[in-house]
């Protein structure tokens, strides 16, 4: 099996099949998914369900309420990966492929389960920026300080510091989400 980790990004950082500039994103509006995102959704969905692409397509576009669709310029390349990856297999049927999810596939997905769950709440936020439910100033300055004070950090990384911010955001995170203070 390929390495499933090594399609996350190209040395500039951004995600291989993002190809465009960001005046171009901006255009089409705000970025949904960050980098590698839909790597792990895919095979989650179709792991849910076997289908076809423009299946998929549509059940994101159900997730968001339909105030988000993915383009099939950004579908089928990422299936054509996953499958190359072995990480789900495409038998066509009818001219179209339907999609299964494999044991390789499977294994990813739960040593991915956290990852996952952050894309789905990312989902979340975004489903509510996308209809206009945009954070209130107050909170976008806090999520602002949070990023300012995560790059000012100097850059060496314990193992304690790695797992003691980690646990920080992961509570703060699941307590928003709850509606609970922590």
């Not at 310029?73 to 038998?91: A, H, K, N, Q, R």
Request: include cysteine; hydrophobic fraction near 35%; glycine fraction near 8%.
């Amino acid at each position: 099996m390929k390495d499933p980790h090594s399609h996350r990004a190209t040395g500039s950082g951004r995600d291989i099949f993002d190809k465009r500039s960001s005046r171009e994103r901006a255009e089409r509006g705000p970025r949904v998914f960050a980098p590698g995102d839909l790597k792990l959704l895919l095979p989650a969905l179709i792991a849910e369900m076997p289908c076809h692409g423009y299946d998929l397509i549509r059940r994101i576009e159900t997730l968001f309420d339909g105030a988000y669709s993915p383009s099939p310029g950004v579908i089928y390349p990422t299936l054509t990966f996953l499958e190359e990856s072995e990480l789900i297999t495409g038998d066509a049927e009818g001219g179209k492929k339907r999609y299964t999810i494999t044991d390789a596939g499977r294994l990813l997905l739960s040593e991915q389960a956290v990852a996952l769950e952050g894309i789905r709440m990312r989902m979340d936020v975004s489903k509510r920026s996308l209809r206009g439910q945009d954070r209130p100033p107050e909170i976008h300055e806090a999520v602002h300080n949070l990023r300012h004070a995560l790059h000012s950090h100097h850059g060496r990384w314990s193992p304690d510091e790695i797992t003691r911010v980690a646990a920080l955001l992961n509570r703060a995170a699941q307590a928003i989400a709850d509606g609970k203070d922590q």
